[in-house]
């Protein structure tokens, strides 16, 4: 029995991967399928409404990071944040310490 279902089963299915290619297996939309894409319209269309009629006008959200002082935090950050690159060094600042007994100067 067992082997009569593993022979059957391949005649009715698609060669390779079911899922993918010229012959694969299409799952028929379902009731569910429908209606998450509905409420999936609905929410990007609400978002887009709030992208079109924003809360600030323009004039209004200009000043606001002004007004707050992040601009002046910002710019104190990026002085006090450390370098991502060393300082440039030239072979007599690393001997300079040799030269303390030089007297024929």
Known sequence: MRLFQALFRRKHLPNGNIYTGKHRIVREPTIKDL?????HFEIE????FLLRHPYLTPEQSSGHARAL???EAN???TLTRP??????VTIE???AHLR?????D
């Open 69 to 71: 002082g992040k601009i």
């Open 35 to 39: 209606q998450n894409l509905r409420n």
């Open 100 to 104: 303390v007994n030089e007297a024929w």
């Open 75 to 77: 710019t104190i950050k």
């Open 93 to 95: 600042s690393r001997l």
């Open 83 to 88: 370098k991502p690159y060393k300082d440039h």
């Open 45 to 48: 269309e609400r978002n887009m």
